[in-house]
Nanobody, 118 residues
């Protein structure tokens, strides 16, 4: 019932910035915990950031930030000082409770590719 659509991915150079957006198709957007995960090539999906109470994973803390605009049903991931190791497919997720575990989220976007070159 909740469709999530990510956008903003692309090819950038190391040190550049990028902002990902995720728009949800629900009037109850403000009641959901929103999160970002990423899946680097050949690796498992990993937590990036979450909003209900905000949190950012250790590898990205200080460089990434998460925010939301409930009026626009949109959550953002601002990524600064990007590094090649940030290269991954980034996924937006929605759930009822704040969690860093992907299995706790009910709804997922299709993913957006972020590629960071040296």
């Amino acid at each position: 019932q909740v469709a999530l659509v990510e956008s903003g991915g692309g090819l950038v150079q190391a040190g550049d910035s990028l902002r990902l957006s995720c728009t949800a198709s629900t009037r109850a957007f403000s009641t959901y915990t929103m999160a970002w995960f990423r899946q680097p090539p050949g690796k498992d999906r990993e937590f990036v950031a979450v909003l209900r109470w905000s949190g950012v994973a250790d590898p990205a803390r200080g460089r990434f930030s998460i925010s939301r605009d409930n009026a626009k049903n949109t959550v953002y991931l601002q990524m600064n000082s990007l590094k090649p190791e940030d290269t991954a497919v980034y996924y937006c997720a929605a759930g009822l409770y704040r969690s860093t575990r992907f299995t706790d989220y009910n709804y997922w976007g299709q993913g957006t590719q972020v590629t960071v070159s040296s």
